[in-house]
């Protein structure tokens, strides 16, 4: 049985991968070029093809008091649709940004997530035998970014669980979705095997507990962080009137700018550093609308 606090810290790594947020964003509305989930929103980022997305907005429409159930609930039907449009409707984008920045919203992603993906890797991983935090989190991982039965099969080959012993099966596991990863025909998935790299170093250093603190992509998991209140939301990035400005604009053109991609600091977002944010974006396989949300940051801090 793991502890609340090791329950925090396995997802939190897992919404680092996700949103480059410990806490996950709950606003984050991401496109990326060749994703078949298509749209993807929210904390630990569910998807339009799933129908997950359908499932959270309806929940969200349904309960007394959500502040922006009623733009959101026009878009029910297509949603149940897995509508594909969907992906470019500008109008729904901010409605799901805004929606995340509603407690209501934040407290039904957190048992959306808990009910529909937590829990579950829990029993898959309590019914190979597996129980340390580690591996809650390797499996959790699998079932947010997808293929965890797929993958689990193949090293199933190699020895099982009650066979091979718990870390030895995990880190079987974690090679065998790397190299799946890395050599995978969507160019997307290639460029996440930095969640099997991060597993990997976890197991050499033999923290199976997820003892705090530790490091995940450049930032220090802390009880103290953990334990304590998520900071406001990181307000989203876009071209505006009168234009945003201040210290997270000029953060994000002097990022552009470090990653060759030319961009006047001004820290002032106008029409030149949209269009510098569309190129870097293109250049990684985001949609490219010039938004600077969860998924664009991520990608920012990732290839600083």
Known sequence: MLSNLQKRTAQAIVNIFETGSPWGDYGSVTVTRGDTGHLTYGRAQTTLASGNLHRLIYSYCETPGSRCAGPLSAYLERLERRDISLDTETALHNHLREAGRDLTMRYLQDRFFDEHFWFPACEAASSLGLSTALAASVVYDSFIHGSWARMRDETNRLGRPETLGERRWVGNYVNTRRRWLAGHR??????????????????????????????????????????????????TL???????????????????????????????????????????????????????????????????
Request: net charge positive; aromatic share 6%; charged share 25%.
């Open 186 to 235: 969507n160019p997307i998935l290639r460029l996440t095997t930095y969640r099997m790299d991060c597993f990997v170093d976890l197991t050499k250093r033999g923290n199976w507990t997820l003892a705090l603190p530790l490091r995940v992509r450049g930032f220090k998991l802390t009880r103290e962080l953990l334990e304590g209140e998520p900071p406001a939301p990181v307000r």
């Open 238 to 304: 876009r071209l505006a009137n009168p234009p945003m400005s201040g210290a997270d604009v000029r953060g994000t053109q002097e990022a552009l700018n470090r990653l060759q991609v030319p961009c006047n600091v001004s820290g002032v977002f106008d029409r030149d550093t949209a269009a510098a944010v569309k190129r870097f974006q293109k250049s990684r396989g985001l949609s490219a609308d010039g938004v600077v949300g969860a998924a664009t940051r991520a990608a920012l801090k990732a290839f600083a």
